[in-house]
């Protein structure tokens, strides 16, 4: 007898071979693929930080205050370029909050807030926010953010005033 043009004995005979070895070993492979996949793609999803979005068309340059072992620290300048984001602290964030100041490097605009701490013209670490110009540093006013606790926030800078706010 045939099937379609086929002996039926053949076709019987690869009815009945078996489907789950080749359909394990696609399975296994696929799951390969996603995993590899779901690494690469997973650590920056999940990744916990303090980054700042430039939505300006200029370089602004940014510096961070938080609470640290040892005492307040400034740290700045990282330079982020016109409509990109900057990690300022990577990893899981430590303190509730943090304080920011910016100026914009074509325009002379600055963001800023009412809490004073020190910064340098230059690249910068600093621990403590007193006694700023004594000990030859400038005092600016940085604007506080209260990230309730949360593993990593994001502040999105524009030209906008008042649309500055933070996102988690």
């Given at each position: 007898?045939?099937?379609?043009?086929?002996?039926?004995?053949?076709?019987?005979?690869?009815?009945?071979?078996p489907f789950f070895p080749?359909?394990?070993?696609?399975?296994q492979a696929?799951?390969?693929?996603?995993?590899?996949?779901?690494a690469l793609s997973a650590p920056d999803e999940a990744k916990a930080d303090f980054r700042v979005c430039n939505g300006t068309q200029n370089l602004v340059g940014v510096a961070?205050?938080?609470?640290?072992?040892?005492?307040?620290?400034?740290?700045?300048?990282?330079?982020?370029?016109?409509?990109?984001?900057?990690?300022?602290?990577?990893?899981?964030?430590?303190?509730?909050?943090y304080y920011l100041y910016a100026e914009d490097a074509a325009r002379g605009g600055r963001w800023t807030g009412d809490v004073n701490?020190?910064?340098?013209?230059?690249e910068f670490k600093i621990t403590g926010v007193q006694d700023c110009f004594a000990?030859?540093?400038q005092?600016?006013?940085?604007?506080?953010?209260?990230?309730?606790?949360?593993?990593s926030w994001m502040v999105q800078l524009s030209d906008t005033p008042g649309t500055q706010e933070s996102q988690n």
């Open positions: 007898m045939q099937i379609n043009g086929v002996a039926s004995e053949a076709v019987r005979a690869k009815s009945h071979r080749k359909a394990r070993c696609l399975l696929g799951l390969f693929v996603f995993t590899g996949f779901a961070i205050g938080y609470r640290a072992k040892e005492g307040w620290m400034t740290e700045g300048w990282w330079q982020v370029p016109a409509t990109t984001c900057a990690t300022l602290i990577e990893g899981e964030l430590q303190s509730r909050y701490m020190c910064v340098a013209e230059n000990r030859g540093f005092r600016m006013g940085f604007k506080e953010y209260d990230t309730g606790r949360q593993g």
